[in-house]
């Protein structure tokens, strides 16, 4: 149950787009379509924004999209927003009912 | 509406145990799986165990496999984690969260601090 490598930190101007990866293995992300995206605000719980890969929560813009590529899954975050910044994670189903969560990735709206 | 309280955090010494609970309103807490997820001072989130909608399956990282159990009173609309043999390392605040979507956790507590610290 290795954690899920995600880059540290991301950032991109207002209006732009940012992608962040997240890197696990045939076990996890590359071998189930379970693959969520939540986005953390300081002091605040997390929030669930994407999940299955690439579905949207009731709710959720469509500024945000995820997708996935062999044991490779990325969170685009396309029109950014002040209120984007946050720190955003993923996790992955890793089978016998065991899940993982990636390393975590700062955004910053310059 | 969706509410998820989580209690029982505190301060114990390395070895001691704790029990956490999280109290669910505005949903029937028996339709969903459940999951516990910690994160550490300053620190990412880490996935800690995850029951059935009836308790008859868990899962458990490998951290606190042994450790910790998990379980749940759908009478009450509660769900509880056990921590025993506490280490520093388990110090995080705690997060109860419920698996709306499948492997999406939807509803979220505000967290309970539990401290292992002499």
């Known amino acids: 149950q290795s954690a899920l490598t995600q880059p540290p930190s991301a950032s991109g101007s207002p209006g732009q787009s940012v992608t962040i990866s997240c890197t696990g293995t045939?076990?996890?992300?590359?071998?189930?379509?379970?693959v969520s995206w939540y986005q953390q605000h300081p002091g605040k719980a997390p929030k669930l924004m994407i999940y299955e890969v690439t579905k949207r929560p009731s709710g959720v813009p469509d500024r945000f999209s995820g997708s996935r590529s062999g044991n490779t899954a990325s969170l685009t975050v396309s029109g950014l927003q002040a209120e984007d910044e946050a720190d955003y994670y993923c996790?992955?189903?890793?089978?016998?009912?065991?899940?993982?969560f990636g390393t975590g990735t700062k955004v910053t709206v310059l | 509406e969706v509410q998820l309280v989580e209690s029982g955090g505190g301060l114990v010494q390395p070895g001691g145990s704790l029990r956490l609970s999280c109290a669910a309103s505005g949903f029937t807490l028996s339709t969903y799986w459940m999951h516990w997820v910690r994160q550490g001072p300053g620190k990412g989130l880490v996935w800690v165990s995850r029951i059935k909608t009836d308790g008859s399956a868990t899962g458990y990282a490998d951290s606190v496999r042994g450790r910790f159990t998990i379980s749940r009173d759908n009478a009450k609309n509660t769900l509880y984690l056990q921590m025993n043999s506490l280490r520093t390392e388990d110090t995080a605040v705690y997060y109860c969260?419920?698996?709306?979507?499948?492997?999406?956790?939807?509803?979220w507590g505000q967290g309970t601090l539990a401290t292992v610290s002499s």
């Open positions: 996790s992955s189903y890793a089978g016998s009912n065991t899940f993982v």
């Open positions: 969260a419920t698996e709306v979507v499948a492997a999406g956790l939807f509803y």
């Open positions: 045939s076990s996890d992300v590359g071998g189930y379509n379970y």
